[in-house]
């Protein structure tokens, strides 16, 4: 970069023919490196926003070496900004996929326990008391056999008959489907 004092003189007269003829792309390469690959394409924005900072306050350097630090920290400022944001938007980004999948997630879920209940509500009068009994109580099957005051043999061939029921009702895939999703 070819900084002199007569580039600077004209600087702080307004006059910035020489300055971006001379200075702009050696401060586009400076930008991109400080950037990185994936925010180099913000490079022109970072060097347009410091040179016009430092059009506004053009009369405060002294010399070209002040002139030269003060751009190049401006530079440096505003691509460490450009990479927070990048990087905060791409925290709001993930997190944002995560609660998407959560909520699709959750959705299917609730349609699945959906159709199991839709199915255990047809249920027949004692296949859904032995449903009951059995899944949502938690009972055992002789703990089962002694309230309703029949075999552990009735019991079990009754839970069979409720798996059965759900089977025919859902459709056997849907119901191996629907339980791989809940558990």
């Keep these: 970069m070819r900084l002199t004092e ?11 023919d020489s300055f971006y003829k001379e200075v702009y792309p050696s401060l586009l ?5 400080q950037l990185g690959t994936d925010y180099a394409f913000l490079a022109e924005d970072c060097v347009q926003d410091a040179i016009y900072k430092m059009y506004g306050i053009r009369e405060r350097f002294s010399n070209a ?5 003060y751009l190049f920290a401006a530079i440096h400022n505003k691509a460490v900004s450009v990479l927070r944001r990048g990087q905060s938007r791409q ?3 993930q997190e944002k996929e995560d609660l998407d999948e959560d909520l699709q997630a959750s959705i299917i879920e609730q349609e699945t326990l959906d159709l199991l209940y839709e199915a255990i509500d047809k249920l027949p009068g004692e296949l859904h008391r032995i449903f009951n009994l059995s899944f949502v109580e938690g009972l055992k099957n002789d703990e089962v056999a002694k309230i309703l ?12 008959a409720v798996i059965n029921f759900l089977k025919l009702s859902i459709g056997e895939p849907k119901l191996l489907l629907l339980l791989a999703i809940l558990y």
């Design 91 to 93: 925290h709001y980004l």
């Design 29 to 33: 390469v400076y930008a991109s490196r």
């Design 6 to 16: 007569k580039i600077v003189d004209d600087f702080r007269l307004g006059k910035i």
């Design 149 to 160: 005051g029949c075999s552990i043999g009735t019991v079990k061939n009754r839970k069979t």
């Design 65 to 69: 070496a002040h002139f030269k630090a």
